[in-house]
Each structure stands twice: as structure tokens, then as C-alpha cells.
């Protein structure tokens, strides 16, 4: 995926689950799928499923349901969209309802979590919140995510 941006701005893109949505940085993004079979895996860490095959190599299934307070995933099926992102040395599959267009948004507009705090408390790191088409909607941090869970805390 390429996006441009003007220097100052970063390009994010939104996603929808459940009723909510959140903003991953696009630049992660590899490819956008559409529903997909996985398998769970026991004893994974709060958040991460199981594992689905992308391009011949298993990568782990990415559940934003609970910490949304929207219904975890059920195997065997995905939801209807699935967000292949590159964090930190990882690839994850991140499983939403809908994919939105990718903004380009000015960094000053990333303010500091205070409306989408509960998203934090429930084990999801956030960049900050924005706007966005009236609400505000948390940025998430899947490279702090990723790391804390690598290092087994």
C-alpha cells in the first residue's frame, strides 16, 4: 500500500468493529483480505487469537472484539475484513467488520487519551485520539502491543 503525506501529517486508516471505530498507522498495512478460515491457539496472549495461512506461512489472528466490548471471534470464520499489518517484526491479521478510507491527518490532531482511556484499561496501548467524522476514535499502538507481549509481561 502506498500513501503519500504531507510533511507533518501521518496517513491512518480507520477501521469499524462493533459499533466503534480505531485507527491503525496505514503505513503498516499489507493487504486487506476478505473472510478468511483460522484456527485458535492455546495459551496465546489476551487479544490474539489463533492463526490464519496468508502467503504460505501462518500468522497470528489479531482480535480487537473484548478489549472493544464487542463479541470475540468464533472459529473457524474471520469477520468480513482482515487488515494484514507488518508491527515491529511481526505480521498480524487484524479481523474488523469494515475497512475505512485512509486519511492523511496533521500529527498535531493526535491528542492525548482521555475519551477512549477505557480502550487503554482493558490492555490496548494507544498513540492518542482524533477526531473523526464527529467522534473521537482512539490511534492504536500495535507496535507497543506487539512488544509487550514479546517480551512475555
Do not use: Y
Amino acid at each position: 500500500m502506498t500513501t503519500s503525506t504531507q510533511p507533518g501529517s501521518i496517513a491512518l486508516m480507520p477501521v469499524a468493529l462493533g459499533g466503534h471505530h480505531v485507527a491503525v498507522d496505514a503505513l503498516t498495512v499489507l493487504e486487506i483480505l476478505g473472510p478468511r478460515e483460522w484456527v485458535p491457539i492455546p495459551h496465546t496472549p489476551p487479544l490474539l487469537r489463533g492463526a490464519l495461512a496468508w502467503r504460505g506461512r501462518a500468522v497470528g489472528v489479531f482480535d480487537l472484539g473484548p478489549a472493544l466490548r464487542a463479541p470475540a471471534l468464533e472459529p473457524p470464520h474471520t469477520r468480513s475484513r482482515n487488515a494484514v499489518l507488518r508491527v515491529g517484526e511481526d505480521t498480524l491479521v487484524m479481523s474488523v467488520d469494515r475497512v475505512l478510507e485512509v486519511r492523511a491527518v496533521e500529527s498535531h490532531a493526535i491528542k492525548p487519551v482521555h475519551a477512549t482511556r477505557w480502550l487503554v484499561e482493558r490492555g490496548m496501548p494507544c498513540r492518542g485520539e482524533l477526531e473523526f467524522d464527529g467522534d473521537v476514535i482512539p490511534v492504536l499502538n500495535l507496535e507497543a502491543w506487539a512488544s509487550l507481549h514479546r517480551s512475555g509481561r
